[in-house]
């Protein structure tokens, strides 16, 4: 669970609803138009399953997962682990790397060794590690960019469902005059949930999951790297100071020859 996620949701929900308790005088249900509710969502997921392919869609609920799993190790821990596999790969040979893949359970890596250990070139090497990089990327990135579209849909069904509340609204006008102002709060319900759906879940989903898939993207990088470093027989000392361009200079002391998370 991503504690950081769950923080938000509680807090944004927490915030909303305390303050609709009591700018209400504690009648919620004030704020509660089901109609409302499944113009905005109904609407946003019909226009959704129009722009993209069925897949594509129904994958945007692992999305929603990806955004309340835990962090991933941070980067130091990738750059020790490939660091001691480097020297492991000095002073016992490449072939020994073999046994390190039962203790590693990060599949891209396991994936980099397995190459190495199988003896494939530089070049392939290169080449398959570039291609998984770049099919994770997009495949990621299309849950991405389906979440900023529905966040995107949301305020217009808004608006549209409150269209149809005041074109309700004006049509009884000549009946129950006393009855516009509870009418016309109904119709802005739906612009207020529109509003709701897309700042609270999906433009905070979309940017989480964003940045959490540039941050994979850098450990898949230092990964490929380190074992190209390993394939050409760089000594772990040269292949630690190399990877450290992929963290900031304050971790640099926490990089250390030989020590490493599988």
């Known amino acids: 669970?991503?504690?950081?996620?769950?923080?938000?949701?509680?807090?944004?929900?927490?915030?909303?609803?305390?303050?609709?308790?009591?700018?209400?005088?504690?009648?919620?249900?004030?704020?509660?138009?089901?109609?409302?509710?499944?113009?905005?969502?109904g609407g946003t997921f019909a226009a959704t399953f129009i722009c993209y392919p069925l897949k594509n869609?129904?994958?945007?609920?692992?999305?929603?997962?990806?955004?309340?799993?835990?962090?991933?190790?941070?980067?130091?821990n990738y750059i020790n682990s490939v660091v001691k596999l480097a020297k492991t790969a000095t002073q016992k040979g490449q072939?020994?790397?073999?046994?390190?893949?039962?203790?590693?359970?990060?599949f891209f890596l396991q994936g980099a060794i397995q190459m190495l250990v199988d003896g494939y070139s530089k070049d392939e090497i290169n080449s398959i590690l570039d291609t998984r990089i770049e099919n994770i990327y997009e495949q990621q990135m299309n849950g991405v960019e389906i979440l900023k579209q529905m966040a995107g849909f949301c305020p217009g069904f808004g608006i549209i469902g409150t269209l149809?509340?005041?074109?309700?609204?004006?049509?009884a006008m000549g009946t129950d005059m006393s009855a516009l102002g509870g009418a016309m709060a109904v119709a802005l319900l739906t612009t207020l949930y529109g509003v709701f759906f897309a700042n609270i879940f999906f433009v905070p989903f979309a940017v989480k999951v964003e940045g959490r898939l540039k941050e994979r993207i850098t450990l898949m990088k230092v990964i490929r790297?380190?074992?190209?470093?390993?394939?050409?027989k760089t000594p772990s000392s040269i292949v630690q100071d190399k990877l450290k361009a992929y963290t900031a200079p304050d971790n640099w002391t926490s990089i250390k020859e030989g020590e490493g998370e599988g």
Request: aromatic fraction near 6%; charged fraction near 15%.
């Open 164 to 171: 149809i509340g005041l074109i309700n609204m004006l049509s």
């Open 1 to 41: 669970m991503n504690i950081a996620t769950l923080v938000g949701l509680v807090l944004g929900l927490g915030i909303l609803i305390g303050s609709a308790y009591t700018s209400s005088g504690g009648d919620l249900m004030r704020f509660i138009d089901i109609p409302g509710v499944c113009i905005v969502l």
């Open 225 to 232: 790297d380190g074992i190209l470093f390993i394939k050409d």
């Open 57 to 76: 869609v129904i994958g945007v609920f692992g999305t929603f997962l990806q955004a309340m799993q835990a962090d991933e190790l941070p980067v130091v």
């Open 95 to 106: 072939i020994q790397l073999e046994k390190e893949l039962t203790q590693i359970d990060n």
